[in-house]
Structure formats: C-alpha cells, structure tokens
Nanobody
C-alpha cells in the first residue's frame, strides 16, 4: 500500500522560506503529484502540481512566483520550495499521488507568523 511522508514544515516569519519534502513508498516516475494545504475550518486546496517527469508544473495565482515544485524520481521524493511566505500560507501541507488520490500522509505544519 502507498505510504506518503511529508516533512520540512515549521514556524517561519513573514517573508521567510521553507522547503517541504514528500517521500513515497512506491516508484513515482509515472505519476503526477500535487501539493495541497488545509487550514482549520477551511477546505483543502491545491497549491501546486507536477507532471511525472517534472516537465510541466502548475500553480494557483495565490502562490505563483513564490512556490516552486520539483521532484527527484530516483529518491521517490517531491519538493515544494516556498519563498516570501505570508501568514495566509499557514496550513497543514500534504502531498498526493493523483492516480492514488485517496491516500494521504500525516501532513506537515507550516506556520507563518511574526
């Protein structure tokens, strides 16, 4: 069964940076991957996605220009580099394999606060 482990979150001041990692228990080289986030009382929302070989990425306007998704298929890992963080970025961040969409890890908490 698929296992996903997210890491790299923490407390950061506005304008700071974090790099999140998502490591999977399966070979990811044929799967598109997404990063999502969920704040208390809010619905989960997508913040980025990347094609199986990393050649295509997508971002919502809210994070475009600040977040960068990348992947290292040899390590079964997907990354989310987050720069110029804002308080509204505060959430639990999750990765998801689109072809196995019902599997989620524990998430990693990102808190942006002065």
């Amino acid at each position: 069964q698929l296992q996903l482990v997210e890491s790299g979150g923490g407390l950061v001041q506005p304008g700071g940076s974090l790099r999140l990692s998502c490591t999977a228990s399966v070979n990811l080289d044929v799967y598109a991957i997404g990063w999502f986030r969920q704040a208390p009382g809010k619905e989960r929302e997508g913040v980025s996605c990347i094609s199986s070989r990393g050649g295509a990425t997508n971002y919502p306007v809210s994070v475009k220009g600040r977040f960068t998704i990348s992947r290292d298929n040899a390590k079964n890992t997907v990354y989310l580099q987050m720069n110029s963080l804002k308080p509204e970025d505060t959430a639990v961040y999750y990765c998801n394999v689109f072809a196995m969409a019902n599997y989620w890890g524990q998430g990693t908490q990102v808190t942006v606060s002065a």
